[in-house]
């Protein structure tokens, strides 16, 4: 069984950065697209971004694109997040998922992932 772990959250003020990162038991990373969501309270769970298996193709939310980036270290078969010019509305539980098919697509919908994260705290203070 797939297991993910999410750590790198924390307490921030806006225009500050941090970095996730998601690391995963096996080697399933390194055949699935891994993506990224966030749930802020009385919210719904949001698309953040994604990464296919081969890093070649990200895909990132309106929202978070050209401050976030999505990577990933093969040898440590972990996938980060790095999060620049964080707002105050993007204070959520951040979470990490594996998706369902293997291949070099990316996914943005929920249900395309099956194994989750159990997420880390991201609040950023104005």
């Known amino acids: 069984q797939v297991q993910l772990v999410e750590s790198g959250g924390g307490l921030v003020q806006a225009g500050e950065s941090l970095r996730l990162s998601c690391e995963a038991s096996?080697?399933?990373?390194?055949?699935?697209?891994t993506g990224w969501f966030r749930q802020a309270p009385g919210k719904e769970r949001e698309f953040v971004g994604c990464i296919t298996w081969n890093g070649a193709n990200t895909s990132y939310a309106d929202s978070v694109k050209g401050r976030f980036t999505i990577s990933k270290n093969y040898a440590k078969n972990t996938v980060y997040l790095q999060m620049n010019s964080l707002k105050p509305e993007d204070t959520a539980v951040y979470y990490c998922?594996?998706?369902?098919?293997?291949?070099?697509?990316?996914?943005?919908?929920?249900?395309?992932?099956?194994?989750w994260g159990q997420g880390t705290q991201v609040t950023v203070s104005s």
């Open positions: 998922a594996k998706s369902r098919l293997y291949g070099d697509q990316t996914y943005q919908w929920i249900g395309d992932f099956d194994y």
């Open positions: 096996g080697r399933m990373l390194n055949m699935h697209t």
